[in-house]
């Protein structure tokens, strides 16, 4: 009697799957505003002041003060010149008793030459009117601008594939277990 052993081994298939990830960034979403400057210019207008009393002065349009001054001026200086001449007829009333009648026809002469007179042309008006200026200018303010930025951040889109590992049976295993006989054509198969 002979006993046949034959044994089929298990095979185990693996398949391996990579896993990956998968990242895609989306742009974030900007609004973006520009506020522009402002600016604000006053000009006020030029004021121009103008002083003609000067020039009326010289035209003979005084007011009242300056002229009262004027006239009160010209009589002392009027009175002081009389004075002055009473003066010298004193002095040559005194040089005609010192000196006696002959002296009459030289003071005499003395008094035809007199002073030259003085001659004078003048323009009219000598003074020229007076000018300010006031104010002008230019008054600036400024209101600065800017940039207004409203951002929404989109988030990233992640995929993410996992590794996976599996496994199989590729072959099951099997055992054939025979017993043949010498003497009989029999046989018997066992399989496990």
């Avoid at 010289?58 to 002081?80: C, H, V, Y």
């Avoid at 002008?136 to 800017?146: F, K, N, P, V, W």
């Amino acid at each position: 009697m002979e006993l046949n052993i034959s044994i089929q081994f298990a095979k185990i298939g693996i398949k391996t799957y990579a896993g990956g990830v998968l990242i895609k960034n989306r742009h974030a979403n900007f609004n973006l505003k520009q506020i522009p400057a402002r600016q604000h210019i006053s000009i006020p207008p030029v004021l121009i002041e103008i002083d003609m009393n000067k020039t009326f002065d010289d035209l003979g349009l005084k007011d009242p003060d300056t002229f009262k001054t004027e006239i009160s001026m010209r009589n002392q200086s009027k009175a002081l010149q009389n004075i002055a001449r009473l003066s010298k007829y004193g002095d040559e009333l005194a040089k005609i008793e010192k000196y006696g009648t002959e002296i009459i026809p030289k003071l005499a002469l003395e008094r035809l030459k007199g002073e030259p007179a003085e001659v004078n042309v003048e323009c009219v008006p000598q003074h020229s009117p007076e000018m300010y200026l006031t104010g002008g200018g230019a008054e600036i303010q400024t209101e600065l601008g800017g940039i207004e930025l409203k951002a929404k951040p989109n988030n990233p889109l992640i995929r993410i594939r996992t590794a996976n590992v599996k496994v199989y049976l590729r072959q099951k295993w099997d055992i054939k277990i025979s017993v043949i006989s010498r003497s009989s054509t029999n046989r018997v198969d066992l399989k496990v």
